[in-house]
């Protein structure tokens, strides 16, 4: 779920988009999921690369920036067994808008599909409010993607526990930026910062 909502800034990115636009076909080489740490795909595809491979994260966010045009800054980042990679992005040239792209786990590259925005406080959305929640993706640490996934497995005392999803909507303190974990027995989560040190876990 996305939630945009901080203390100084009232508006939020809604989840309909309208249309999915820019397909692409060819597949990146963003290598495959380690089924070891990351959870299988519930539609039978193959397993998220994007889940626990920080370096195939950092490579889809270059072939995104491609074609979104630089600098990149993004309002949401986030990765699921199902979807794989999914990037709400500023437009440079237009601020006020945001398109999603996704990086399916086969690699398939769509986008961009405009995002919805709407006030929360009944204002009109202007570039200075996306900026102000905008942020630079290389700001978190994906290299240590993998070793929290570790660390993550490992906290939450079910070793058959596979990460299912991440998420990070803002990297300030109060923004939601977790690693969702499922097992036979329990659906542990990290809260983990930009640094993607583990801050705790909940149960």
């Known amino acids: 779920m996305l939630r945009l909502i901080i203390a100084t800034l009232s508006f939020a990115v809604g989840c309909l988009v309208c249309g999915c636009s820019g397909a692409s076909s060819a597949h990146g080489s963003y290598g495959s999921g380690d089924p070891a740490l990351a959870a299988a795909n519930v539609g039978g595809g193959p397993i998220d690369p994007f889940l626990t491979d920080g370096h195939a994260v950092l490579q889809a966010l270059d072939a995104i920036a491609q074609r979104s045009g630089r600098p990149l800054r993004v309002t949401s980042i986030s990765a699921d067994r199902v979807s794989g990679l999914t990037v709400e992005v500023q437009e440079p040239a237009h601020r006020i808008n945001v398109d999603r792209y996704i990086v399916a786990p086969d690699g398939a590259l769509s986008g961009p599909a405009p995002v919805k925005l709407m006030s929360l406080d009944g204002g009109p959305i202007t570039a200075a409010k996306v900026d102000a929640h ?70």
């Open 134 to 203: 905008a942020f630079d993706p290389n700001a978190i640490a994906f290299t240590n993607l993998t070793k929290t996934a570790r660390t993550a497995i490992a906290k939450s005392g079910y070793p058959d526990a596979r990460v299912t999803e991440w998420e990070f909507n803002g990297i300030g303190r109060d923004d939601r930026h977790f690693m969702y974990l499922e097992s036979a027995r329990a659906r542990p989560s990290a809260n983990i910062d930009a640094h993607l040190h583990i801050l705790g876990m909940q149960f």
